[in-house]
């Protein structure tokens, strides 16, 4: 993998490959406001203004602060992504943190919720 197209956050990875960007949440991230911008700016720096396809690995999340989540919630990532796939294991927090994203910010692009990335993988394929 090219070195320009990944950068490493405090709380996640972020790589782009092909008209995908992967962005996966390291192990017990307590996710905050700071942590959710850092991310962000890194999509927009690895991204260079092209929308691409988005894989989250979400199961890393321990935790999303109350002001991460409205972050999230301004729809900013609209001109970032075409499609997101967010893969969350079975625990309830990861599925409320993710659930909240998708039902009350309503994003502009197709969002889906999976447990599985193979599932995740094959729905953003549909994309292409």
């Known amino acids: 993998m090219n070195p320009s197209n990944k950068i490493e956050t405090r709380t996640s990875t972020i ?4 008209c995908i ?3 996966t949440f390291k192990q017990e991230s307590d996710i905050t406001l700071e942590d959710l911008t850092e991310n962000y ?11 691409k396809l988005v894989l989250i690995d979400a199961r890393g999340v321990w935790q999303l602060s109350n002001e991460a989540r409205e972050f999230a919630g301004k729809d900013r990532y609209k001109g970032l992504s075409t499609a997101m796939a967010i893969v969350t294991d079975k625990s309830m927090g990861a599925r409320i943190i993710a659930n909240f ?3 009350l910010n309503t994003p ?4 889906k919720l999976f447990n599985s990335k193979q599932k995740a993988m094959e729905w953003l394929e549909s994309f292409k």
Do not use: F, W
């Open 21 to 23: 960007l992967y962005s």
């Open 101 to 103: 994203y998708i039902k």
């Open 41 to 51: 700016e890194a999509r927009v720096e690895l991204q260079k203004k092209q929308p």
């Open 108 to 111: 502009s692009y197709p969002t």
């Open 15 to 18: 790589h782009i490959d092909g």
